[in-house]
């Protein structure tokens, strides 16, 4: 029989969040009450009503200063057995990055953890060992069944994610393994499991969120559906995959929206941060933006913040481990076995993608290259205990063992063993004394998150200073170190006095580490010393502080916006906009335009009238229905203002003899059928187009899937069917270009969602708007009721406009201004409507109020040629 717990992920994979149950149960059956309940509204409007500890938590805190939760695959703590087989011991996992990162944190921030336990512990001490881990070290333990531990790590996480995300596709089932949805229902509910442990701890409104790497990328998701303003931090530690690997995940869409419901997403390195961008670009269609060197992504109305800084090492710890009396005989002993020899190391775990064997063929083709070094030069590779399976791995295990063997045999001599090979779990203290001795460190990974390996061991070679008289100095002389790095790891970009290496290149391989090791002693020294000051320098301290500084800073207006989630699945998302910002309530404006006495209506075409992805443009019979009726009534003045061409305007809206149309944002207008089409400027010289035409062209052949509109007054470039990442690039380009050839032109060039456009200076829908309610004011019948609504960037000039209207004496004081997007997404109206459908609803209800009039009747406004120029 199924479990319950199964069963639920069939809700899971279809989007039903509710069917899970947000707040899980107890051992007992029972289901547990919510302790924080989340209602619409800013959170200071709560402030006034609530005290700041009306929402509870387990874990005693001080609302006066900030706390943050740290959740990661595994806590920083190590657990064992008794030896009396009664209880367990805890202790401090030292070398664990979250425990190391607490030092880069304020003194006075209180920091929580997390995670699941490296061990499995029954079910009947659970309740035990969660109460001493958060009493003694605040740690909140995550308790997996071991089934579902199995599938959600080993089956999901280290069989899709981590090969994928290392480019390493599943050809075949045997490579990579192939897609599982059975795996991705356990990850999402481990990630769901992990969320109950944070909801338990959670004070919403004064705690950030820091998750840790691939394991949890589903949480922001659960986070953000039950707390809309939660400051929620993400940092990715491994490599993140171009576009080309990621789009082959089926799941890519979830997992990079579920991303986005972060405020702050880390990675190492620039190509990581650029590769997800793409992901955002390619398959959501959003593009960043980078201003004054913060970059980010506009999401729904929020900013989510893009950071990029690699990682460094805990200088403390390094540094307590040179003080360690072991450390010194075992330095001693490790000269005296390579006396004479010169030690080229090589530290890394037992994976397929960390290279060792690429490492080995190097160094056996610099003995063949330079004979001098036989008898001279010794590769040290240590190789820690791998901690996945698979037969990839075994046969890269038999691939480093035969290579060894190889090289030894045909290299060794007596006394000299070209090759030592450690394949062991090596103590800190002896890989420190490894690093002291060895003259060069080479890392041939072909892709790693970041490694950390050269910075220790820069580090060692800095050595400690002198204990005081009596004590000679660590390193005599000058500090030298040496480093051959791939350039597809992270920490390569942070080492510019390394050796940069395609580990794939055995030949230039081999060059490097023969040249790392032949130069010169004040050449070493300077390389070393560069290396020195950036990593003491940029330590894990320093990397936690900057991104504490940076989500601090992405999560600023959290408190001051309106934020609303909509949304089913991963397809959730939070939507922040502007507190004053609305939807439009159909009974209000419909009392408003009742009362009123002259009314003007202005109308956007494309996504407002019609839906944007909408194949045939035409308007419809109901379009054309409640455009008339609204024409009909003597009170309004209705115009559609569209960018569009006068020709397919006029064509559409033929039967509607009393409506004005405004052409190409304004350039041609006409106040009815009946009348001639006016332009906004008299005597206007196009001779800019002969000079625009070609540049144009000569993108639109250079750019497949792009196109060029020639309009009677504007030249359009559009390229949202062109590869987005080369169309947006083309388009940068593109602008610049036309803006510096029509620099003494009377022209504007602007971009616009998958647009450039060129057009006549001083033509704006906004303009539009201010000519059509001036002409009003100037016939007697000046507005007291304004209805602006359109979906896209040009329609916020009508927007901005609204707010002088009053101040300019352009309408009545008391006039009722409807400024509405189509919508819900950051804009200068004041109010938003859904989509076309709610458009139209809404201007039914406005229809139905209206005066209805014979069709003999005189047309809306009576405007002769001469009142309209």
């Given at each position: ?767 539009v708007a201010e000519r059509i309610l001036t002409t009003m004011k100037e016939q007697g019948r000046q507005a007291d009721f304004v209805l602006c609504i359109g979906d896209d960037r040009s329609d916020e ?73």
């Amino acid at each position: 029989m199924m479990s319950r717990s199964y069963t639920n992920l069939l809700d899971l994979a279809a989007g039903n969040f509710a069917a899970l149950g947000g707040s899980g149960t107890n051992r007992s059956g029972m289901r547990r009450m919510q302790r924080v309940m989340t209602v619409p509204g800013t959170l200071s409007e709560l402030d006034d009503e609530e005290p700041a500890n009306s929402v509870t938590s387990d874990v005693p805190s001080s609302l006066a200063t900030d706390r943050i939760l740290i959740v990661a695959n595994q806590l920083p703590v190590r657990a064992r057995r008794r030896p009396d087989g009664r209880g367990w011991s805890f202790a401090w996992d030292e070398d664990s990055l979250l425990l190391q990162l607490k030092d880069g944190l304020p003194d006075d921030m209180e920091v929580l953890y997390i995670g699941s336990l490296k061990v499995d512990v029954d079910p009947t001490e659970q309740d035990d060992v969660a109460q001493a881990l958060l009493e003694r070290f605040k740690c909140v333990p995550a308790f997996l069944p071991p089934d579902l531990h199995e599938r959600y790590y080993q089956g999901f996480c280290k069989q899709h994610l981590w090969p994928l995300f290392h480019y390493m596709l599943p050809f075949s089932a045997h490579h990579g393994g192939r897609f599982d949805r059975g795996l991705w229902e356990s990850y999402v509910l481990a990630n769901k499991l992990f969320f109950q442990k944070v909801v338990e701890v959670i004070n919403p409104e004064d705690d950030y969120v820091w998750i840790h790497d691939y394991h949890l990328m589903a949480l922001p998701t659960f986070l953000r559906r039950r707390f809309n303003r939660l400051r929620i931090g993400f940092f990715l530690h491994s490599p993140f995959p171009s576009s080309e690997i990621y789009r082959t995940l089926p799941v890519r869409e979830e997992i990079l929206k579920a991303l986005l419901n972060c405020d702050l997403i880390g990675f190492h390195t620039f190509d990581y941060a650029r590769h997800f961008l793409s992901c955002c670009s390619r398959m959501l269609g959003i593009e960043y933006q980078s201003k004054r060197g913060y970059i980010g992504l506009d999401y729904f109305g929020r900013t989510v913040g893009i950071k990029i800084m690699p990682v460094g090492i805990h200088m403390g710890q390094v540094q307590s481990v040179l003080h360690l009396p072991d450390r010194e005989w075992r330095v001693a002993e490790l000269r005296q076995q390579f006396e004479g020899q010169t030690v080229l190391l090589g530290v890394d775990d037992m994976d397929i993608f960390k290279g060792i064997n690429l490492k080995l063929l190097a160094f056996e083709q610099m003995l063949r290259m330079h004979p001098k070094w036989l008898g001279r030069a010794v590769l040290v590779q240590i190789a820690n205990p791998a901690r996945g399976r698979g037969r990839d791995l075994d046969e890269v295990q038999a691939e480093i063992k035969e290579s060894c063997k190889r090289i030894n045999d045909e290299f060794g001599q007596d006394g000299y063993k070209p090759v030592v090979f450690i394949d062991r779990d090596v103590s800190s203290v002896e890989r420190i004394a490894f690093y002291t001795v060895a003259e060069c460190v080479v890392v041939t990974a072909v892709r790693d998150g970041m490694n950390l390996t050269p910075y220790e061991y820069i580090v060692c070679r800095q050595g400690i200073p002198s204990l005081g008289s009596g004590s000679e100095s660590e390193v005599d002389g000058p500090r030298r170190s040496m480093l051959v790095v791939s350039e597809f790891i992270g920490c390569s970009p942070s080492l510019s006095g390394a050796i940069r290496v395609n580990p794939w290149n055995i030949e230039s391989t081999a060059e490097a580490m023969n040249e790392a090791v032949s130069l010169s002693d004040a050449e070493k020294q300077l390389r070393h010393e560069k290396h020195y000051r950036y990593v003491s320098t940029h330590d894990v301290a320093y990397w936690a502080r900057s991104y504490l500084q940076d989500l601090e800073r992405s999560c600023k207006d959290h408190f001051r916006r309106t934020c609303w989630g909509i949304g089913l699945g991963f397809g959730f998302r939070v939507v922040a906009l502007d507190p004053n910002f609305r939807k439009l309530n159909v009974d209000s404006i419909v009392a408003a335009y009742e009362a009123s006495k002259n009314r003007a209506i202005l109308l956007d075409y494309d996504g407002t009238l019609v839906p944007q992805v909408a194949i045939n443009k035409t308007p419809s019979a109901t379009v054309v229905r409640i455009v008339n009726e609204l024409c009909v009534d003597k009170k309004n003045v209705v115009f559609v203002v569209s960018g569009r061409g006068r020709n397919s305007l006029e064509k559409w809206f033929n039967p509607c003899p009393r409506l004005g149309i405004a052409a190409e944002h304004g350039y041609f207008m006409r106040w009815n059928r009946d009348v001639s089409w006016e332009m906004s400027m008299q005597n206007c010289d196009f001779g800019w187009m002969q000079m625009a035409e070609p540049v144009m062209q000569l993108y639109t052949e250079s750019t497949d899937g792009s196109a060029m509109e020639t309009k009677e007054s504007a030249l359009v470039w559009h390229h949202q069917d062109a590869d987005p990442g080369f169309g947006s690039s083309q388009a940068k380009e593109m602008l610049d270009h036309l803006e510096s050839v029509l620099a003494n032109e009377p022209v504007s060039v602007k971009s616009g969602q998958f647009i450039v456009e060129v057009k006549p200076q001083g033509v704006s829908k906004g303009l539009v708007a201010e000519r059509i309610l001036t002409t009003m004011k100037e016939q007697g019948r000046q507005a007291d009721f304004v209805l602006c609504i359109g979906d896209d960037r040009s329609d916020e000039d009508m927007f901005e406009n609204l707010a002088d209207l009053v101040k300019r004496g352009l309408v009545s004081p008391n006039t009722s201004l409807f400024g509405c997007t189509v919508g819900q997404k950051p804009s200068k109206a004041k109010y938003y409507l859904d989509d076309t459908n709610d458009v139209l609803s809404m201007l039914n209800a406005l229809a139905d109020a209206s005066e209805q009039f014979d069709s003999d009747d005189d047309l809306g406004l009576s405007l002769d040629k001469a009142s309209i120029s």
